[in-house]
C-alpha cells in the first residue's frame, strides 16, 4: 500500500511511518516540524536526543534500504497539502498531523484558539483534498479517548444505540472533551463524519489512550532511528513523566487523589493498530470509531507500579489537579474492534515499567528539572490584553 | 439591564436590539457589518430595503428617545472585543454574530474554512474575554435546531438521559448537523459548555429553529428602521423564500419530496425567547439549551400553504435537493423550557402567510430572479488549486 503519514516527525508518527516502510509499504511523511518549535517555545526537550527528518529518513534508507518520502509543510496550507495527496497518490492517510497537548491548549486564549484552528483547518483542508482527488483514500485519524470525558455508563466506540420514549436509534455517543485541545478532537470527529456522509469518503476515527513507551523494532535498529520522549508538564504524558520524575529523584506528581483512570496503550500497539486500519479500510461512506487502548488505569496505580519497581527510589506527591476533572470516578471503556481484527496487545509488566525508568536514567542529564511541573492551570486564564492573567472563580 | 448584541446588525440582531431598547434597557450592538458584504459577493440584496447601521441607530434614537450604542468591529479581534466588553459592562451578551447560512459554508473550500474560523474563533473570544472580564455575564448564543439533525428519536433540549447496561446518566444529546454551518454551531456548543464547567459561566444555548417574518412593533415605527429579509438560495430561509417566490411568480422550489420537516418561530417571538433568556438568566457554571420554535412543519406543507392563501397564482416545483439529507423522516422535538418561562407565542396563521406574500409583492421590482435558485450542492466540492469544482460519488 501507499501509506502518507501526517505529523511523520512526531512522537508516534515517526515510528509509524518505520513501521510501515520496514513492512514493505511506499511510505511519505508530511510535517511542518512545529513539534520542535513547541520545545523551543515552552524550553522543554525530548529526553531522548533525535536527529532532524532529513537525516531521519538518510539512515533508515542505509539501515533497511527502505526510501521515505519527507514533505515539509502545513495542513492548513492548502496547496501543498494538495499537491503532495496528488503527487504521492495514497491509499490511506494517517493523520497524527494536530497539537495534541491539553496543557497547551490551555495555555491562554492564543493557544486555544491556535489549537483549535491548526486542527481543525487542517484536518477539513484534508476532506476537501481527498474529496476533490480521490474519495477512495481511506483517511485514518487520530483521536482521543478524552473525547468521552468520563460518563457515568460504559463508553462505547463512537456510538451508542439509545431507546428513548418507546423508539429506538443509533447515534454519535456524546462527548464530553476535558480541554480546549480535547474539544477540537470532537470538532474533527464531526465535521469527519459528516464528509463521510455527503461525500461519501472512508474514515477510521481511532480515539486513541494514552500513549506509553519510546521503542519499537525499527526505532531500535539505529540511534538516529529513535523517537521523541516527553517528559515536561507540558507535552509529558502519565506513565512517561512519572519515570522521568522516578529517574531524576523528583517526586511523581499525582494530580489530586489520582483517581483519574485512563486507557492506556503500548507504543508498539498504536502501531499494530494503525497497521489493522489501513489493511482493513472502512467501507465508502463510513466513518468508522475504533477505541485504541489496551488497558485501563487509574494515575495512582501507576505511580505505585512506578514506585515499585523502580530501581532508584521513588517518592509520590498529591498536588492539586490543575486540571477540571473528576479525581474519582466509573471508567468503563469498550475496545473489542481491534482486537477482532487481530490485535495481539502488549500488556503492561514489570519489566516494561522498569525499562522506561532505566531509559529515563539512561538520558537523566538531558532532563531539565525546571520543565517537569504543571505550569498550566485551567480556572485561570491568560490574554494579551490584560497585563497579568486573571484568576476566574470555580 | 445593560445588553449587547453582538451581530446586532443583521436579520434578527437588529431588531432584537430595538426591542430591548423600547424596553427600557441599555443596549448597545456590535457588528462588523460582514453580512452587507455577503449581498455583494453573492449578488443578491435584502427584499426590504435597509439603511446603514448608523441611520438606523440615529432615526431610533429620534422616533423613541433612546440610545443604541454602535460598536463596529470583529470578534476575531480580541483586543477590539475585549475592550468593547470592558467599556460597555453588559450584564447579557446577545450573541447573533456568526456567518449563518449553511448553502454559504457549503460552497467550497475556502467558506467552510472561513464559517467555522469565524464562528469558532468569534465564540472562543467571547469566552475568554468575559471569563477574563467578569464571568457573571450571561452569554445568550443563538445556535441551531439543525445541530441536532433527524434522528429517530424525540430531541430533547440539549441533554438526554440515557439508561446503558444498568447505568444511568445525562449527557450531552447527540448531534447529527447537516453542514459546515451547523457543525460550527455544534463545536460552538461543545466549546461554551466546556467554559462553563471550568470558568464557572453562565450560558444558555437557544437552539432555534427556522424564523419567518421580517415586522416587529419597534421596526414598524419608521421605515428607517427595517430589518433585512432573505430570499435567495444562499441565505433565504424557506417560508420567507416561498413568499416571494410565489410574488414574483417563480415556483416554490421544494427539495425533494418537501418531507424535510423542521422546526418554525415567528421572529416576534425569537425577540421574546431572547427576552425570557435574559431576564431569567443561567445560574453561575450553568450550560442551558432551549430548543427555541413553536411548531413544526414539513416543506411541502409551507409550499402548501403558501399556495393556497397567496392573492397570486402559485405553482410548486420539486427540484432534485441540493442537500444530503432525508427528504422524508421521524421529527419530534420538545421545546417546552421558554412556554415554561412565559413564551406565549404566534402561532402560523393564514392571515401571517398572507402577509409575507404582500410584503413581498410591496417590494418585488427589488427581487433578482437570477439569485432565487439554489447554486449550491452539497455533494460537490470546489477549490481554489482545481480548475473547476469537482462531482464526487455518494
Redesign the interface.
Known sequence: MRILVLGGDGYLGWPTALHFSQGGHDVGVVDNLVRRHYDEEMGSNSLVPIRQLHRRVATWKEVSGHTITPFIGDLDD??FL??TIRSFEPDSVVHFAEQRSAPYSMID?AH??YT??NN??GT??LL??I??LN?AIHIVKLGTMGEYGT????IEEGY?E????G???V??????????YH?SK??DS??IQ?AC????LRSTDLNQGVVYGQQTPETNLHPDLETRFDYDGVFGTVLNRFAVQAAVGYPLTVYGKGGQTRGMIDIRDTLACVELACLNPAAK?EFRVFNQFTETFSVIQMAEWVKRVSPVPVTIESIPDPR?EKEEH?YNAIATHLPDLGLQPHLLADEHVASLVELAIKHKNRVNPEAIRPTVN??T?K????VSG?A???
Chains 1, 2 share one sequence.
Open positions: 492548502y496547496p494538495y499537491e486564549r486555544a484558539v483549535q484552528v481543525v483547518v477539513l483542508n476537501y483534498a474529496a476533490e474519495p460518563p457515568n455508563i460504559d451508542i439509545i431507546t428513548h420514549k423508539r429506538t436509534d447515534l454519535p455517543y456524546p462527548k464530553q472533551p476535558g480541554s480546549f474539544l470532537v470538532h464531526h465535521n459528516f456522509r455527503i461525500w461519501g461512506g477540571v466509573y485551567w480556572r486564564t490574554s494579551e490584553v490584560s486573571g476566574v472563580g470555580e
